[in-house]
Structure formats: C-alpha cells, structure tokens
C-alpha cells in the first residue's frame, strides 16, 4: 500500500485560527465529513461537521443565556464517548468558554479514587460548571452537593437553543484544559491556546500524511489527549471520516473494533500498547481470518512505554488478516506539549536498538548483541514532529554526550502556557522556555529513544534500575495478569517491590507464583524484589486513561505490610 501523496504537506490548511473557525471551515471545504459513533457494533448516530457546528452555537446561546457562563470561564465535560461529548466540546468553545474534559464514571473504575481526581480536578481548576449526560444526573448531583453551593451542574439537551451563538475569541486564549494522566503524581491541568492546539494538528496532518481520503477507525477516551486532539481535533481539521466506538466497548470487545476497519476500510487508529495486546490476547486465530485489516497504512502506538514484543506478538497475530508489520508507528508525545512531539518514519518496519541493561541503569547506551542476557532492546519513537524541538540534558542541565540517556526536554508551538491555576508548578515545568517532561531517553542517530521517567527509576546499591524494565519481565511468567513495580525506603536504599495481579487463590499456587517472580526478576535483572504482593484482578491503581498509578502503589504496599502484621 502506498501512503497518500497528492496533497502539498509543507503548507498548512486554511483552517482559521480558532478551534470553532477550524470546525467551520472544514465542514464548508469537506461537507461529506463527519463522525459516525457506534455501541455494540451499531451505528447509534451520524454527526456531519455542518451539523456540529450549528449544534455547537446552539449549545453556546442556551449556556450563555441559561446556564449563565461567561467567556473565560472553565467548564467541565463529564461525558462518556458520544454526540453529546463532542458538541459539549465545541458548544463550551463556542460559548468562548474553556473546556475541562474529565472522565465520567466508567463501570470498571475504583469509585473512590474516581471521585478523589475528579474533586481535586474541579478545585484546582475552579470550575463552576459540569456538563454530563441526562443518565447521570443523580451522579452529577451528589459531585455538585460534595464541591458546595458555587457548583452547578446541567445536560446537554435542556440547553440546546434555536438560535445559534458563536463567541469570537483570540487565537491566544486558552483553548482546553487537558489534564495530565498523572501516573507518578497529582494530576495537573495543562492550559493549550487554540494557536497550540491547531499547531499540533498541523503537525500531527502532516507526520501522518492526513488527507481527506483517510479514515480513523478509534476507541480512545475523548477525555484524554490521543482520543481528543490526535483522534477528534486532527480528524475534524483534516476533514475526514471519523468512525468512534466507546473505551467499554472495546475493553469488552476488540474483536468489534478490528471488524470496522473491513466495514468502513479505516486507515488510521492509535492505541496504547496495552490495546494492542489486549486484541492479541482476545481475538483467536478463527476470528482474525474473518478480519480484513488491509486497510490500516497507521497503526500508531503510544501514550506508555512500546514493547517491541508487543508489536510482533500482533503483526504476526493479525498477518492472516492482511495487517503489515510496516503499518505500525511508534510516537511519543504528552499533554503538556498539546498531544504530538516526535512520529517515527512512515511506512518503515520497527526500529529498534539493542543496548546493554546494566550500563543503561547508569545513563550509558552501549550497544549490545540482541539475545544477550543483559541486552534490553529499546523502541526508536522517531523525529520531532512540525513546528517542534526535542533535545536531552543531562545531570547538570547540559546538552547530553552522544551515547548518555538525559531528560527530555520539548519546545515549539504546541507546547502549554503552563499549568491551570498552579504558578509554582508552572515555573518548575520550565527551563530556559523549554519544556521540562520528566521522561528519561537518549538520541540516536538523531532518532528518540524513551527509556523511562525519572520519578520511575528505583536505586538501588549505587545501580538503577527502570521500573517499566521490572515490570516487562514479570508480565512474562505465567499466571501475571499485570504488575507494578515501585521502590521503597531500606535502611538508606531503595529496595524494589513488585505487585502482581492473579486469579491465582490456592495458597500453593500462590507461593510458587511469588518465587517465580522474585526468581526471573532477580536473574534478569540483578536485582531480587523485597516483597512481591498479588492482589486481585483490578487492584493495581491505574489513571483514567490506563496508565499505571505508581505513586498510589505505596499505599497498596503499606496497606498489605499492615494485614501482615495482624496475621
């Protein structure tokens, strides 16, 4: 398959210079555009752009006149995938308000740390104003009873006006509150202009080659940065077919979401790592036959670490389906920098460089042989997107030697003003005007390599040691469902702890399992876990978009160390 080439990708669309312009300028240059969202494998609604952006004033005149918001104001968007999320979206930006997109309830999420983020979210960001959906309403209540009398909470339909209402704003306004995963600490809220957002998009356009004739076949939360800017924003701005099924929809059925890109022939979709292995694991060889994924030139892998063990577990699940090894794309990004920072090359097997483990602990990239004991194979994530700087410093804030893994640092026109309503955060963020990610990596051959984040790396006798490298080998012993490693305080040291999910209940079974664990980390590794915990399916902390919760597990840990102490 070839990649799209007839449009010119050194200029820029023509798509106005705010959010809401971009939406009506594509729906007037692609009036066959739109989104097509589904449940269940069917087709629940057809929003074409035309019709989003006349529902968007609509919604802007009811929450301008009923709901008494004022440009500026922050509002929050507690929607589930839907019609609803996207014209709350551009409604709140038409209203020249600013959105706060935040995870509504979901049925397999912890209720008390849901509430826990949610609450620290609407204080911090001073929100006065939830947007959710008419089968939450008492949910929505009980969220606005808890934050005080300032918060009022509305649905979307009693708002919706017959005269429409487009606010004009500047291109510097901010645009959307994006919060981050915050999967090592507190999540905070990263404040994008529309001159930020449409830069990405641009960027994003023009790394994958977008044009009119694509189409995104996607699962992603809207609440999060992959599934609103790179899936929704880019689609809408680029103008292409967007077909949308829900995060429930795929965890219970990915089977379902593979189908569209034979009904719909899609070309383009993200997800984590952790999706793709989750197809791996659920679709079995007698259902990949009746795929046709021959269609997909975009597979982009990102949001967490990329396993290359992952990528060829799936090429080669999915081969039989008329999936290319060539298809899939390494990217990283965050959401302080909008979405995008670096895209691997189009159309290019996987890239990988086999380093030696030990001297990597020490910010050293030796290469190695692959297959060696101590080889860690890493994962190239490609160049820096359009409009986008990357460079990677060391220790003392200096330009990192050839060969030295340092902190990733980012600048562009993608990237935050800073954090919401959190000055001190803010200046921490930065250095010299470039972005600060806190994610660890090294260049190679002007290719980025992430190797992990600072907050992740657990020392221990002088050596580090990557907690996503503790992890990957862990999940390869039979009976791991998931694990989570996290250091903590020994006599002067850090020690390692490693909690592992199982459905494991026999007391035997168990302690093999713990001294297989503790076993294949030791002898791969060179480090031998202080503790190793299994816990019940769903225990693991995990953030609203999925990543590991790192800085809560101490607290699982301490929690276990108590009910040991009372046996």
Not at 39 to 54: I, M
Not at 281 to 310: C, F, H, I, N, Q
Not at 400 to 418: K, L, P, T, Y
Request: glycine letters at 10%.
């Amino acid at each position: 398959m070839t990649t799209p080439r007839a449009e010119n990708f050194s200029v820029p669309l023509q798509r106005g210079d705010t959010l809401v312009e971009m939406l009506r300028q594509s729906a007037l240059a692609h009036p066959e555009a739109g989104i097509r969202l589904l449940s269940g494998g069917e087709e629940v609604e057809w929003l074409p752009l035309e019709q989003l952006y006349l529902d968007a004033g609509r919604l802007a005149t009811g929450l301008l006149n009923e709901a008494g918001v004022r440009p500026g104001d922050r509002v929050a968007l507690l929607l589930p995938t839907s019609g609803e999320s996207i014209r709350g979206l551009f409604g709140v930006l038409a209203a020249g308000a600013v959105p706060v997109p935040l995870p509504p309830p979901m049925p397999f999420s912890n209720p008390e740390r849901y509430l826990e983020r949610t609450r620290g979210a609407m204080a911090r960001s001073d929100i006065r104003l939830l947007l959710g959906p008419s089968s939450h309403e008492g949910f929505l209540e009980m969220l606005r009873g808890d934050m005080g009398d300032g918060v009022r909470t509305r649905t979307l339909e009693p708002l919706m006006e017959s005269t429409p209402t487009w606010q004009s704003v500047s291109t510097d306004a901010p645009a959307l509150i994006q919060y981050t995963s915050g999967s090592t600490t507190a999540p905070k809220g990263a404040v994008l202009t529309h001159r930020n957002l449409l830069s990405n998009v641009e960027a994003i356009r023009r790394g994958l080659r977008m044009t009119s004739k694509d189409v995104g076949c996607v699962w992603l939360p809207l609440f999060h940065d992959m599934g609103l800017i790179g899936c929704l924003l880019a689609s809408v701005y680029v103008g292409i077919h967007l077909v949308m099924t829900s995060p429930e929809n795929f965890v219970l059925d990915p089977e379902g979401w593979l189908e569209l890109f034979g009904r719909y022939k899609g070309t383009i979709a993200p997800a984590p790592n952790a999706g793709y292995l989750h197809c791996v694991k659920k679709v079995g060889a007698e259902a990949v036959k009746r795929l046709d994924l021959s269609s997909w030139r975009l597979a982009l892998m990102g949001a967490e670490a990329v396993d290359p063990v992952t990528v060829r577990r799936f090429c080669e699940h999915f081969a039989p389906a008329g999936f290319r090894p060539e298809s899939v794309m390494p990217v990283y990004g965050l959401a302080e920098a909008s979405l995008a920072v670096t895209f691997s090359e189009l159309d290019t097997p996987l890239r990988t460089l086999s380093v030696a483990r030990t001297e990597l602990g020490q910010g050293v990239v030796e290469p190695m042989q692959p297959g060696h004991p101590d080889a860690r194979e890493v994962v190239s994530v490609g160049t820096p997107v359009h409009d986008t700087q990357v460079r990677v410093l060391d220790a003392r804030g200096e330009d990192a030697e050839a060969g030295r893994v340092g902190e990733i640092h980012v600048r562009g026109g993608s990237v935050m003003q800073g954090y919401d309503r959190n000055p001190d955060a803010s200046g921490a963020a930065f250095r010299d005007g470039w972005l600060a990610t806190g994610d660890l990596g090294f260049l190679h051959e002007g290719r980025l390599y992430v190797v992990g984040r600072q907050k992740e790396v657990i020392i221990f006798n002088g050596n580090n040691y990557y907690a996503t490298d503790v992890e990957a080998v862990a999940r390869q012993v039979p009976g791991v469902r998931e694990a989570l490693a996290v250091g903590v305080q020994l006599e002067g040291t850090e020690g390692l702890v490693v909690l592992v999910e199982t459905r494991e209940r026999d007391e035997a079974p168990r302690k093999k399992l713990v001294a297989t664990v503790r076993e294949t980390v030791s002898s791969t590794l060179g480090i031998s876990p202080k503790d190793v915990v299994l816990v019940e399916r769903g225990r693991i902390p995990r953030t609203s978009s999925g990543k590991l919760e790192r800085h809560k597990a101490r607290t699982l840990y301490e929690e276990w160390l108590a009910e040991q102490g009372t046996r």
